[in-house]
């Protein structure tokens, strides 16, 4: 069609309204308009040329025709016209109803982007953009159309759009919301503002508020602020998302809420928990997007959030703690130093507020908490606060088992992400990391499931380090972590270890039961039951476990024994121990119903918890470092003690290691490494080396040169590894250490105290040792004992106000060197009796040749005291009755630190029943005493010791707990203080009586309380026979004493009745032997005055004395003070030998009452005492056994071996006064107290004063003798003694070195940390 633009314009229009025209005639004319439109610039001169043309497009049959192509181009010839008249298109605004219709209607298909048609859509829509006729549609009330053109703007935005077509969209929304802003396009807006998907529609609603902030803030503040506070009032859809669309909105226009923000108080402070766990999850996120500016920006909104944190529900507080959480991971605050510079505060309140969750009193919100912040420190390890972790750390001991469980696998995770990074190098050794598994140890529980040994045993070998670790980095992580283990994570490691040996040890008794070739007897089923029953004793549910050992037992396949059998061995490595149990499992099968069992046994089974590869790299690591002492080294050393004593046989493989590491003297050869060497060669059959040749001579020198405690355990080495006590190298040794001790002098203090112990070490190993040498020995001794040459100042206190002085030390280093000389009965049998006297001079310090300032009195007394016990568990048969007292009497000893240390030692060796249990005597004394510790513990251990021993079947009355009541009476009668008169009108001396009270009740509660009927072998029918059986009988010395032991017995004989009202006499055995050393059969009558005597002890006597010690609490007595000084400012009483109280000693047994006076005996008692030396020498007589109605009986039990008898006087010199240096003489000892091995000769001389010689001893580790506790000061404060105490109390000692058993050792330590606490 030729002409112009404007003509093919007019033509066009006036063809287009002709009537019935076909589509393909329309389009073709619609065309022809569209390009020649296309042509025209705006002008208004072409309204005229225009007119035809818009006359036929507002043709209805046009606007509204059915052929998607001509609506098109019908839209596009609209938009033309109205941008060639714009700003006065010739239409209505009926008809521009119907454009923007047409318009929106092709709108809807900008989505689909391979359409012909996009590019005519394109172009309407950025002439709409552009012609503003977005402004027309609301002046003419459009709404519903600008509402749908919105929708169809976010629809098509979904699917991705050009940016041009994007930027149009804006544009349009624009231009409407800026002349007229509605709720409900709004509500469109935010739709797709708060939509999950954060695509293209979203995108669209950030830019059109981006836009439109200004204009859109009040409007938005408004409905902001009807959602917060008509929380009551009917909400539609999007006021229910209001918070999601705070959150959009302040990270795309956070100026239009600086109004909105501080109404969340409000919320905040609702009475509805969801609305305040809302704000606070709305909160935490506005944290996390603007960097943590948000707490510094709203102050009083976040003061408000971290009051949630205590929030009275358990939800809201657990939202907070989620939020902080998620705070701080998603910032990596820790790591982000510019956020950790401008937040640091704001990140510090959060964490304090999560610190104080972790204490919650909801178990769910201490589990979150722990949750918190052990996902905080992963996220971050080297920066996060260790005190807030370790914190964390103690919900292991949480009460809830629930919490620990869950707290547990958490730090487990944690444990393995640091190991895990630290093998990839991302992070380093850290210390409060390290320190997770000690944390995890102190979960052991055994009355819980979960956190008995078995299952802490496997967290420690399976789930506490990743399984891509090697057995190096492993061993380098036990050490460190180890570094921080205490007394109680050694002792629950060292049961996990030894229950995983003694399931090993098992398994292989079982094996080598299971592998004979003969017919299975009932012998070998029965032992074959008995290794299941042990075995099972290692799991947690045992019935079970036995179930499915007899399963796995029934089994063809010997390959499953065999990988057993392999799995117990030492010498496989990790990757060895994972081959097998795969193969193991897989013979087993997954679906067998002992697979799960299987999995578990395999794991206890192997070394998967420590092997012999971590000891090689371990010992590697020590070399490096041998000439260097630190924390490291230190805590290697115990480790692999600790390891030895369990597994000595880990170590084979190592020897090459071990002989670099014993090869030289470096620091690391100490008392542990010494400690590990004497109980490997002990082991040796489980080391292919011979270290005595290459060793010896470094044991040698530790022997003369080192400390106490390293020459113990040099010793025990050396008799180790030359197997034989003859052996000449131990003569050479012996003959050297001697040799130093006679050219010793103490100025040139050459470590006497260690020459001493090897001495002893030695004579103890090699009894023939001591006679080759022993004038020798003896004259050192006399040296030590009576020459000034040992004597220190007596003016002055050593250092340690609560230490003796050095010359005190070597007299008791002297003493325990004679004890050990005297551990081989076959050569010690021709000393042991002077050497009793000896002790028994001491302690009653009638011994007047030695040479001590007073100061040092309770030191040496206590030494000897303790040298009776410790002879006790070989030569109790030679201790006499006397001695046998006077060691009892050491429990009321006027020094709190002889009284302290005594009960301690004597309940270490009770508890592992090495003396007789007539010495627990003792405790009952001492459970009056004045201080509070002393009564308290002697007490305790009275109890433990009769519960103990009474729960074990003994074959003899004589060796039942109970027995010890006739040596308790029979020490009571000997009592100076015993009371006389027993009218009613009489003051109960409820002292006197107490350990009688205290033994019997505690004798008769081990009876079952609930028990009507007793039988012959019950604690109160004992009871019963052995009062009946004392009442006929005498006591050696005389009348007076066995008319007190009438007196004892018969008001013994009520209490237990008065204690027990269902005891019978029918039930009592019918004879009791009594021991012979003590007492006699009475054949005479009793005397009148006596039986009178006997008859004012009634019931009601009884009553009073049992009332007096109800209910046993007794307090601490004020008078008793001058007790619990030191023992220099101590007055040392004269007391009486039969005497077990005095003056200061008569207010510990009055059980918190005023102090009783003394009485004095009666002639007749002294004149007994007189007696009681002619009959002292009958009591290392062959005892005779006396039977109250069965004459003639002889008790070969030892538990019926003599008792002390104590008559004599025990005059005692008082200490020196009002003298600042006073001089120590020498008295010349009486005829009859002289030693057989001390020179009778020796001249005495005055001793002038001297300066003090006081040094500073070595530690005697793993000696308790040496450890004496601290008297109580004024303020409390407690010490412990001579030993410093370590840094980790691993006092792990070798049971073999040094005669003990492991529990034995284990109980001195805890007798050693009591004194400690003391």
């Known amino acids: ?185 709004l509500d469109v807006i935010f739709r797709n503002l708060v939509k999950e998907d954060k695509g293209g529609a979203h995108k669209l609603a950030v830019d059109i508020i981006q836009n439109c902030a200004e204009k859109l803030e009040h409007t938005v503040r408004m409905f902001l602020s009807s959602c917060i506070f008509n929380k009551g009032a009917p909400v539609n859809e999007h006021k229910k998302l209001h918070h999601k669309i705070i959150l959009e909105l302040f990270q795309c226009a956070p100026q239009m809420l600086f109004v909105v923000i501080p109404s969340l108080t409000h919320e905040l402070l609702s009475d509805q928990v969801d609305i305040r766990l809302e704000a606070v999850q709305l909160i935490g996120r506005l944290l996390v997007f603007s960097n943590l500016r948000f707490g510094q ?282 081959s097998i149990r795969d193969s193991f499992l897989k013979r087993i099968g997954n679906k067998h119903p002992i697979f799960n069992f299987c999995k578990q046994l395999s794991t206890e089974l192997s070394h998967s918890l420590f092997n012999w590869e971590m000891i090689c790299a371990i010992l590697e690591a020590l070399l490096s470092c041998r000439n260097e002492s630190t924390h490291f080294a230190e805590s290697a050393c115990d480790l692999l003690l600790l390891v030895a004593l369990v597994f000595p046989s880990l170590f084979r493989g190592s020897e090459e290691y071990l002989l670099k590491l014993f090869s030289e003297e470096s620091v690391l050869i100490n008392e542990k490494t010494l400690q590990m060497l004497a109980y490997l060669a002990k082991s040796a059959c489980h080391l292919s080396v011979n270290f005595s040749s290459d060793v010896y001579l470094l044991l040698e020198q530790k022997c003369i040169d080192g400390t106490r405690a390293e020459s113990k355990y040099a010793i025990s080495a050396i008799a180790s590894l030359i197997q034989s006590p003859d052996d000449k190298k131990f003569a050479k040794l012996c003959k050297k250490v001697v040799g130093v001790l006679k050219k010793t002098y103490v100025p040139d203090n050459h470590n006497i105290p260690t020459l001493l112990q090897s001495l002893g070490l030695i004579l103890e190993h090699s009894p023939s040792m001591y006679t080759s040498y022993d004038e020798h020995i003896i004259k050192f001794v006399q040296r030590v004992f009576v020459s000034s040459e040992f004597v220190s100042t007596p003016g002055l206190s050593p250092p340690d106000e609560n230490a003796c002085s050095f010359s005190c030390k070597l007299k008791i280093y002297c003493l325990k060197v004679l004890v050990k000389s005297c551990s081989p009965r076959t050569t010690a049998l021709d000393r042991i009796e002077n050497f009793l006297k000896m002790l028994l001079e001491i302690i009653l310090e009638e011994f007047t040749s030695i040479t001590i300032c007073d100061y040092d009195k309770p030191y040496l007394r206590l030494a000897a005291g303790k040298s009776v016990l410790r002879l006790a568990t070989r030569w109790d048969s030679h201790i006499s009755p ?175 009745k008065e204690l027990d009202k269902y005891c019978k006499m029918s039930d009592s055995p019918r004879h009791i032997l009594l021991p012979s050393s003590y007492y006699r059969f009475s054949a005479s009558e009793r005397k009148a005055d006596e039986c009178c005597q006997l008859d004012l002890i009634t019931d009601g006597f009884v009553k009073r004395i049992l009332k007096a010690h109800e209910p046993y609490n007794h307090q601490e007595h004020t008078e008793c003070s001058i007790i619990t000084e030191r023992p220099s400012k101590e007055s040392a009483p004269k007391r009486g030998a039969s005497s077990s109280s005095n003056k200061s000693s008569v207010g510990p047994r009055a059980s918190g009452q005023d102090q009783v006076k003394v009485k004095k005996s009666s002639v007749v008692a002294e004149d007994v005492s007189k007696k009681n030396d002619q009959n002292s020498s009958h009591s290392l007589e062959k005892d005779k056994v006396s039977s109250c109605g069965s004459a003639g009986t002889k008790l070969s039990s030892p538990g019926s071996l003599g008792l002390a008898k104590e008559g004599e006087s025990r005059d005692r010199a008082s200490l020196l006064q009002n003298q600042n240096r006073p001089t120590v003489k020498k008295i010349p000892s009486k005829s009859d107290q002289k030693w057989e091995f001390i020179n009778d000769t020796m001249l005495t001389e005055d001793i002038p004063d001297c300066h003090p010689r006081d040094c500073e001893l070595d530690e005697d580790v793993g000696d308790c ?54």
Not at 9 to 16: F, Q, T, Y
Not at 21 to 37: F, I, P, R, T, W
Not at 414 to 424: A, H
Not at 1304 to 1317: D, F
């Open 297 to 578: 920006e709203n102050q009083l909104v976040f003061m408000e959030f971290l009051k949630r944190f205590s929030d009275k529900s358990a939800e809201v507080r657990i939202a907070a703690i989620d939020a902080a959480k998620v705070c701080l991971v998603r910032l990596d605050f820790f790591s982000q130093k510019e956020i950790a510079v401008s937040s640091g505060n704001i990140a510090q309140d959060i964490l304090k507020s999560l610190e104080g969750r972790l204490l919650d009193f909801d178990d769910k919100v201490r589990i979150r908490a722990v949750y918190a912040v052990c996902d905080l420190a992963k996220s971050n390890l080297s920066s996060f606060p260790s005190e807030l972790m370790l914190q964390a750390a103690e919900r292991l001991r949480d009460t809830k088992i629930s919490v620990r469980k869950n707290v547990m696998h958490k730090f487990l995770d944690l444990y393995r992400d640091y190991c895990e990074k630290c093998s990839k190098g991302i992070a380093t050794i850290t210390p409060h990391y390290e320190q997770i598994p000690a944390k995890l140890l102190l979960c052991l529980d055994k009355d819980c499931g979960s956190f008995r040994s078995q299952n802490m045993g496997l967290i420690f070998a399976e789930e506490i380090f990743p399984s891509s670790l090697s057995p190096k980095e492993r061993a380098m992580h036990w050490v460190e972590f180890f570094n921080y283990f205490k007394s109680q994570h050694v002792k629950a490691l060292r049961i996990i270890f030894s229950q995983k040996r003694r399931l090993q040890l098992e398994m292989q008794a079982y094996l080598s039961l299971r592998a004979k070739k003969e017919e299975p007897s009932d012998e070998i089923e029965k032992k074959i039951c008995g290794s299941f029953r042990k075995m099972s004793s290692s799991f947690a549910d045992i019935p079970k476990v036995e179930e499915c050992f007899e399963k796995l037992h029934q089994m063809k396949d010997n390959n499953i024994f065999k990988d057993l059998t392999e799995l117990i061995k030492e010498g496989i490595t990790f990757a060895t121990v994972r």
């Open 882 to 1056: 006397k001695l046998f007292r006077t060691a009892l009497l050491m429990a009321r000893d006027s020094s709190y630190i002889v009284r302290k240390s005594f009960i301690c030692k004597l309940y270490g060796l009770l508890k592992n029943q090495a003396i007789p249990i007539r010495y627990a005597c003792a405790f009952a004394l001492a459970s009056t005493d004045c201080a509070g510790d002393v009564r308290t513990e002697s007490l305790r251990y009275l109890i433990e010791v009769l519960k103990e021993q009474g729960g074990v079947s003994k074959d003899s009355i004589v060796e039942n707990p109970t027995y010890a009541v006739v040596f308790l009476i029979h020490a009571l009668a000997y009592d100076r203080e015993f009371p006389l008169n027993f009218s009613e009108k009489e003051t109960i001396s409820s002292g006197f009586w107490s350990p009688l009270v205290v033994m019997l009740r505690e004798l008769v509660e081990i009876d079952n309380p609930n028990r009507t009927d007793h039988g012959p072998t019950s604690s109160v029918s004992i009871l019963l026979g052995i009062f009946s059986a004392v009442q006929k009988a005498q006591d050696l010395s005389g009348s007076d004493i066995t008319h007190k032991l009438h007196i004892l017995s018969k008001i013994g004989l009520l209490m237990v």
């Open 1 to 185: 069609m030729p002409g112009s633009a404007e003509q093919v314009a007019s033509e066009v229009g006036k063809r287009l309204a002709q009537p019935r025209l076909g589509k393909d005639a329309l389009v073709k004319l619609l065309k022809q308009a569209e390009s020649a439109l296309s042509e025209l610039s705006q002008s208004s001169s072409l309204h005229d040329a225009l007119r035809p043309l818009s006359k036929s497009l507002v043709q209805t049959s046009l606007l509204s025709h059915k052929d998607k192509d001509v609506r098109l181009l019908v839209a596009v010839c609209f938009i033309e016209v109205m941008r060639i008249l714009a700003p006065d298109p010739p239409f209505t605004d009926e008809i521009f109803k119907e454009i923007f219709r047409l318009f929106i209607s092709e709108f809807a298909g900008l989505a689909e982007s391979g359409s012909p048609y996009l590019t005519r859509r394109m172009k309407i829509l950025e002439n709409v953009a552009a012609l503003r006729c977005s402004v027309i549609m609301v002046d003419t009330g459009c709404q519903d159309l600008v509402l749908d053109m919105a929708k169809i703007f976010f629809s098509a935005a979904k699917q991705g759009l050009q940016q041009c077509v994007h930027q149009a969209m804006v544009s349009i929304m624009t231009q409407i919301l800026n002349e007229k802003v509605t709720q409900t396009l």
């Open 1265 to 1318: 003798d040496d450890n004496f506790v601290k008297c109580p000061s004024s303020n409390n404060k407690t010490g412990v003694g001579l030993r410093k105490k370590s840094k980790r109390a691993l006092d792990l000692r070798s049971a073999q070195n040094s005669g003990l058993t492991a529990d034995t050792v284990s109980n001195v330590r805890c007798t050693r940390s009591r004194k400690a606490q003391a």
